[in-house]
């Protein structure tokens, strides 16, 4: 949503005050505002899911070492007579 604002700042660069119509203030200027929803909810599904990546990732190597020293174990054992 784009909306029109007179805007008065203050000496450190604040806004001081902001007005709908140049008539209600003295030295402002004026300025397009776009204001975007936050949808916190979608925020945190979006954490959840990246956590949620880095343990499937975790989980893969961890496989992958797993399978090795499987195979290795095999081998090992392959070779033992009785």
Excluded: H
Excluded at 33 to 61: C, F, G, W
């Amino acid at each position: 949503m784009l909306f029109k604002y007179f805007i008065e700042f203050d000496n450190g660069g604040e806004i001081k005050n902001f007005y709908k119509s140049k008539k209600d203030c003295k030295d402002c200027k004026e300025y397009l505002v776009k204001l975007i929803p936050i949808d916190r909810k979608q925020e945190n599904l979006n954490r959840k899911s990246d956590e949620i990546d880095k343990l499937a990732d975790k989980i893969l190597k961890g496989n992958k070492r797993l399978e090795t020293e499987f195979n290795k174990m095999i081998k090992d054992l392959r070779r033992v007579k009785i």
